[in-house]
């Protein structure tokens, strides 16, 4: 898949996280844009770093982790 938008980068995490997101009392395609994985316990610490080898292994990329901060790797804007 060479399409890298965010609402890509998006229904694949909702699509990878689905179960967790639903047992968690909330339904996939509801959450909003602003949605924490991490502090609604869906991944822990190490779910982020599973998450970005999720998403450079979906979109054939890889990410400058030094170029992010913390708030861009949960999803705040």
């Given amino acids: 898949m060479n ?3 965010p609402a890509n980068v998006r229904s ?10 639903n047992l968690s009392g909330r339904k996939a395609d509801e959450v909003p844009d602003s949605f924490d994985f ?4 869906i991944i822990d610490s190490f779910g982020i770093l599973e998450m970005i080898s999720s998403i450079e292994d979906e979109f054939h990329i ?3 982790m030094a170029a992010l901060n913390a ?4 999803g705040g804007k």
Avoid: N, P
């Fill in 3 to 5: 399409d890298i938008t």
């Fill in 12 to 21: 694949f995490l909702l699509t990878k996280y689905a179960e967790a997101i």
């Fill in 38 to 41: 991490l502090l609604s316990g």
């Fill in 62 to 64: 890889q990410l400058d």
């Fill in 71 to 74: 708030e861009q790797i949960r």
